[in-house]
C-alpha cells in the first residue's frame, strides 16, 4: 500500500529532484521484483519433514508465491508508470523542438500575413480604380 501511495504523489518540479525521484522509483521497483522473485525461488525448494503436515505447508508456500507474485506484477506496473512519466516529462519539457515548432509556425503566419496584406492592397486598388470609373460615368452621365 505504501509503495502505492508513494507513486500517486505529484513529482518535484526541479529537474535534479526529478531525476533522483525517477532514479528511486527505477530502484525500489527493480528491487521488488528481485527481492520477491529471490524468495519465491527459496520457496520452490522442498525441504525435510518439519513439524507443519506437507500439505499445509504447500497451502502457505502457495499463498506466499502468490502474494510475491503480485508484488513482482505491483512493481512492473510501477516501472510501466515510471516510463510513462518519463515520456510525458520529455514530450512537455523538449524546449528545443518546441521553440523551434512555435518558429516555424511564427514564419508560416507571417508570410500568411504577407500574403493577405498584397491580396487586400490588390482587392483596394482595384475597386478603387473600378470605383473612379463609377464616378466619372456617373458624373458625366445626362441621367443624373
Known amino acids: 500500500m505504501a509503495q502505492a501511495a508513494q507513486h500517486q504523489r505529484p513529482l518535484p518540479q526541479g529537474k ?3 531525476l533522483k525521484a525517477y532514479n528511486k522509483r527505477l530502484k525500489d521497483s527493480v528491487k521488488s521484483m528481485v527481492d520477491n522473485f529471490s524468495e519465491i525461488m527459496k520457496l ?3 525441504e525435510n519433514e518439519g513439524q507443519v ?3 499445509t505447508q504447500a497451502d502457505e508456500d502457495n499463498f506466499e508465491m502468490t502474494v510475491r507474485a503480485a508484488n513482482m506484477v505491483r512493481a512492473g506496473e510501477a516501472l510501466m508508470k515510471l516510463v510513462a512519466d518519463i ?3 520529455l514530450i ?3 524546449f528545443p523542438s518546441v521553440n523551434d515548432a512555435i518558429l516555424q ?3 508560416l503566419f507571417k508570410q500568411k500575413q504577407l500574403e493577405c496584406d ?3 492592397m490588390t482587392l483596394r486598388d482595384d475597386m ?3 470605383l473612379y470609373d463609377l464616378e466619372e460615368e456617373y458624373y458625366s452621365s445626362t441621367f443624373k
Open 44 to 46: 520452490a525448494r522442498v
Open 16 to 18: 535534479e529532484a526529478l
Open 87 to 89: 515520456k510525458q516529462y
Open 92 to 94: 512537455l519539457n523538449d
Open 53 to 55: 503436515f506437507r500439505a
Open 118 to 120: 498584397r491580396k487586400l
Open 128 to 130: 478603387a480604380a473600378d
Open 105 to 107: 509556425n511564427s514564419h
